[in-house]
T-cell receptor, first 113, second 112 residues
Framework: GEDVEQSLFLSVREGDSSVINCTYT??????LYWYKQEPGAGLQLLTY?????DMKQDQRLTVLLNKKDKHLSLRIADTQTGDSAIYFC?????????????FGQGTTLQVKP | DAGVTQSPTHLIKTRGQHVTLRCSPI?????VSWYQQVLGQGPQFIFQ???????GRGNFPDRFSARQFPNYSSELNVNALLLGDSALYLC???????????FGPGTRLLVL
């Protein structure tokens, strides 16, 4: 089956690192994504990783992929109050080239000043 | 370039009515996908269209339908609205459908 699981809530202090974790079930996923959603807004693409990669770094963001354990994580360095939002992990599920994204339920990141 | 645009931004309907939501993809993108996001949950896939053909459909009733026009814009139609259809409806565009999807701001639908 297709399922993506995330922890629901994470609270950190400004300046600390945040690590948001995700597990998925579809081993055939080609890409795995992280999206950010601020209150009342749509989804903003943060970063993505191809399934044959272990790590991807993009400025303050580091994505780690453990394909054996089907575990994906997003590390945000030097977390700022503006990083407070809901973060969604998504896998590209579905057969063929449907491009269907399967999302987790989202992790709410609270950054305390 | 403009991002994905959706209209209207907000909509209030009553049970039994129908609604049409609209989406314009990023210039050069030929695929549009629709997602429903109920409050407190992640988005759920409804449809994907590529080159005006339906490429994928999620687990939604036949009350939900969509189409894509020659200019690659898309409409999502929902008939016989139920209270449970209240949600944020998100449109995403991509070049071919199998690549990275970029989301619009969504249409917030409230069914009373």
């Amino acid at each position: 089956g297709e399922d993506v699981e995330q922890s629901l809530f994470l609270s950190v202090r400004e300046g600390d690192s945040s690590v948001i974790n995700c597990t998925y079930t579809d081993s055939s996923s080609t890409y795995l994504y992280w999206y950010k959603q601020e209150p009342g807004a749509g989804l903003q693409l943060l970063t993505y990783i191809f399934s044959n990669m272990d790590m991807k770094q993009d400025q303050r963001l580091t994505v780690l992929l453990n394909k054996k354990d089907k575990h994906l994580s997003l590390r945000i360095a030097d977390t700022q109050t503006g990083d407070s939002a809901i973060y969604f992990c998504a896998e590209s599920g579905g057969s063929g080239n449907t491009g269907k994204l399967i999302f987790g339920q989202g992790t709410t990141l609270q950054v305390k000043p | 370039d403009a991002g994905v645009t959706q209209s209207p931004t907000h909509l209030i309907k009553t049970r039994g009515q129908h609604v049409t939501l609209r989406c314009s993809p990023i210039s050069g993108h030929k695929s549009v996908s629709w997602y429903q996001q109920v409050l407190g949950q992640g988005p759920q896939f409804i449809f994907q269209y590529y080159e005006k053909e339906e490429r994928g459909r999620g687990n939604f009733p036949d009350r939900f339908s969509a189409r894509q026009f020659p200019n690659y814009s898309s409409e999502l139609n929902v008939n016989a609205l139920l209270l449970g259809d209240s949600a944020l409806y998100l449109c995403a565009s991509s070049r071919t459908g199998a690549e990275t999807q970029y989301f619009g701001p969504g249409t917030r639908l409230l069914v009373l």
